[in-house]
């Protein structure tokens, strides 16, 4: 029984490490990523989760969350409603899309305490949605502190198609900068045959830019990793430039 009780505990360790070992990713996903005229409401789903094995972490309430349109930001963050994504603590909330253009949805959550990395992350995360396909700016820099900006169209992809980003950091291209690329497994259809394929893996160029091509439909996310310049309570903390965009 003693033998039996070791064992349960050090499989329960395993377990818990294998998890901490997954890619975060902050998760911005709209129903869609392009809004018609007959269908002008868009809902939106907050998450904080590893993506491809379904996963989740509790998301608090967001420091921000905003949709930029023609240069302007607006803060959504009073129109969220708690929700349940992978069994934690999720945020929605429902957009009226009232003019043709392109909408960028941006979160900036709470610095969250990663126990088993000794840090804290935060990941800025967007996605942009096409309205009536009107958007067309799609490639312009909305000044936050971290941010993949699109060289290719973030919205209106064939699976298959290839993606490029330039990472920023404060303004300006990131050399070198290690991608995460991971897949929102929704329905939990896809199995990677080993560990080391539930997250891709890219480094951006000298210039920041980087290129991945995604094979499958559904949503991809791209998160961009540096360390911040400043400590929260004497601990590093990871910043993270987040991209998801939906491929058809």
Known sequence: MKFFRISMMVGMVLLLLASNALAHFGMVIPERDQVTQEDKSLGLTLSFSHPFEGHGMDLVKPEKFDVYFEGKATSLLET???ATVMDHKAWTAEYAVKRPGMYTFVMEPKAYPEPAEDNYIIHYTKTVVDAFEGGEEWNQPLGI???IVPLTRPFGNYAGNVFQGVVLVDGEPAPYVRVEVEYYNQDGSREAPTGRMITQEVLADGNGVFTFACP??????FAALTDADYKIEGKD???????WVEMQ
């Open 237 to 243: 903390v990871e910043l993270g430039a987040v991209l």
């Open 80 to 82: 969220l409603k708690p």
């Open 145 to 147: 502190k971290t941010e």
């Open 216 to 221: 499958w439909k559904g949503w991809w996310g």
